[in-house]
């Protein structure tokens, strides 16, 4: 019976490191940070490509020169 107690224990280890290696592997997301970093990336750069047109558009520039006109026009009290 000590052989079959020390073959069902080795066994059994064996079987836990397995599954321990299995859960890692299944689980694993090494790379992943790599592909979300890019991701991010190109979303803002995508984003700024965006805003500079808008803020570069003959609406926006006049709107903000108006607003800084109007402001250094005001007279306080």
């Known amino acids: 019976m ?7 224990s080795g066994i059994e ?3 836990g490191r397995t599954n321990a290696n299995l859960a890692r592997l299944i689980t694993d997301d090494e790379g992943m940070s790599t ?3 890019a991701i991010g ?13 808008v803020v ?8 903000l ?3 800084i ?4 026009n ?3 009290g």
């Open 2 to 8: 000590k052989i079959l107690d020390s073959t069902r």
């Open 41 to 53: 990336t190109i979303a803002a750069a995508a984003f700024g490509a965006i805003l500079y047109t």
């Open 74 to 76: 005001t007279s306080v």
């Open 35 to 37: 592909a979300e970093y």
């Open 69 to 72: 006109t109007k402001a250094l």
């Open 56 to 63: 570069s558009g003959d609406n926006i520039v006049s709107a």
């Open 13 to 15: 280890r064996i079987a």
């Open 65 to 67: 020169t108006g607003i």
